[in-house]
């Protein structure tokens, strides 16, 4: 009765089972374990369908009778078999055996490494398993004879067609990664990839070439699909498993969600799903490639902005986009405000408050936002800009197309930080318009300068009031307490700033 042996690496997707041909390959897997109690899990297919059983003290079952095993028994290990438990495995049956605690080895003789034969010092099984701390050589063949085989698992074959050579290469990836071996380019051009296995002896080899030369076209024209290599050539830090290869796997995860996973999170999925230990910078790497295969990258989003503010105008009466480009046609400036809510925007106060802030991304900016307020209280989205930094000429900008849609009057309040770019651009585009200070801003300057955060109390009463006498005293009582700060208050800032009694306009 013949026995097929397979180990199936522990991998959460399903991946082709690493045949063992003959004992060799058993050696090979018990010496490149650093587990000292040698559990190793392996699928069993017994030839023909009968399920080979073992009782846990390590006898036969009764139905085997013909003694098929006990060559392997007696020649090379006395195990424990248990954990047996018969599954289905195509038309075939399989058991999965865990070895455990290998016991002994037996030489010509018939002795026991652990019970060695007069006159010999005792040997230590692994040791005698492997033919190590010994002049003689082991009764287990040596692992680097192996000539053990085992297939790809993969659906290709010869005369199969590729689109270009960059989808055979991505499925050669794929596929060398799911059967966890190594493979290396022997030959690569426009025309032809040849790639054979890392390990020098085995037969396992692909030869691919175009269809025609004017094609782009890749048909395999030759292949190996078996491996004769040792299963020591295993490599968790696959060569296969570059950035592309991993990006493309864990791309999906990024579909229809605002974060997906980080780096660590692809180095997970990585080892868990493909095998492959991978450092962080790669999985950092792979994870930048997944994003620009989902949502494209910069270059390609700053290239469809005229395309898109075309919709947006079409789709969207009113609307008001206008791009800036520099001497070498160059992106500089962005500014959008959507025709909805220059509207709106005719019904609401005329208080609009400007602010910027940094972009993240490869080309960095600075985003320039518009904003008022609607009559529940809420923030109304006016405009948008993107300018490379807050500077004057940007604000200046900025401000020219803001000017070109809410206008310029004596009713306008214009609301921002106390940047100098902004005062000089605001003085320089609005000649009606009122500027004023934003009370927010100003108290987090008070309390990183001063560090009297107990006086906020009376300093947002004095920003409320609406009297002057009121505004008077709740300023006395700043002055008692801190001077300093009704200092800076009135002739740093000026109340006509940032209070809304001493304010010129209506903010």
């Known amino acids: 009765m013949d026995l097929v042996l397979s180990y199936t690496p522990p991998l959460n997707k399903k991946c082709s089972p690493l045949v063992l041909k003959d004992d060799e390959d058993v050696a090979a897997l018990l010496a490149s374990r650093s587990d000292s109690t040698c559990k190793i899990p392996l699928g069993v297919t017994v030839e023909p369908t009968e399920v080979c059983a073992y009782e846990k003290s390590g006898q036969e079952s009764s139905d085997d009778t013909d003694g098929s095993h006990d060559g392997f028994r007696d020649n090379y290990l006395d195990v424990d078999y248990c954990d047996s438990e018969p599954t289905d495995v195509g038309s075939s049956r399989q058991t999965l055996l865990v070895f455990r605690n290998v016991k002994r080895t037996s030489n010509d003789n018939g002795a026991s490494a652990t019970e060695p034969a007069e006159g010999n010092p005792p040997v230590d099984p692994l040791l005698r398993l492997t033919g190590a701390g010994s002049d003689e050589p082991a009764n287990v063949p040596t692992i680097e ?33 799911k059967g966890n071996f190594e493979f290396r380019t022997r030959k690569s051009n426009r025309s032809l990839w040849v790639i054979k296995c890392i390990d020098p002896n085995c037969s396992w080899r692909l030869r691919a070439s175009k269809i025609v030369p004017e094609s782009i076209k890749f048909v395999i024209r030759k292949y190996v699909g078996v491996h004769s290599c040792s299963l020591l050539n295993r490599n968790a830090n696959h060569r296969q498993a570059t950035y592309v290869v991993i990006g493309e796997q864990v791309a999906p995860q990024y579909v229809g969600v605002e974060k997906g996973p980080g780096p660590k999170g692809v180095q997970t999925f990585a080892r868990t799903e493909l095998g492959a230990q991978i450092s962080y910078y790669k999985a950092w ?81 600075v985003l320039l936002v518009a904003t008022a307020q609607d009559g529940n209280g809420q923030c109304y989205p006016l405009a948008w800009g993107i300018v490379d930094s807050e500077n004057e000429d940007a604000w200046t900008w900025f401000l020219t197309q803001l000017k070109e849609i809410i206008g310029d009057t004596d009713e306008l309040a214009l609301i921002s930080d106390r940047a100098p770019s902004i005062k000089k651009a605001i003085s320089t585009v609005f000649e009606k318009a009122h500027h004023g200070a934003c009370a927010w801003h100003v108290a987090q300057n008070i309390k990183n300068k001063f560090k009297c955060a107990d006086i906020m109390g009376s300093y947002w009463s004095a920003v409320n009031a609406y009297r002057c006498e009121d505004f008077a005293g709740y300023m006395i009582e700043i002055s008692n307490r801190y001077p300093r700060v009704a200092e800076y208050l009135e002739n740093e800032v000026g109340f006509e700033k940032w209070s809304r009694c001493h304010y010129p306009g209506l903010r």
Do not use: W
């Not at 689109?163 to 596929?175: G, V």
């Not at 005719?346 to 910027?356: H, Q």
């Open 145 to 177: 004879a192996s000539d053990s085989t085992f297939s790809d698992g993969s659906d290709l074959h010869e005369g199969k067609y590729f689109n270009t050579k960059k989808d055979l290469k991505r499925k050669l990836s794929d596929i060398a990664m």
């Open 285 to 365: 790497r792979g994870r930048k490639h997944a994003h620009t295969l989902i949502r494209g990258s910069p270059e390609q989003s700053f290239h469809v902005l005229p395309s898109y503010f075309h919709m947006l105008e079409k789709l969207n009466p009113g609307t008001v986009t206008r791009i800036e480009v520099d001497g070498e046609s160059r992106f500089k400036y962005l500014f959008l405000a959507f025709g909805v809510a220059i509207r709106g925007f005719r019904y609401m106060r005329k208080v609009v408050g400007i602010d910027g802030t940094f972009l993240k991304g490869q080309y960095c900016g």
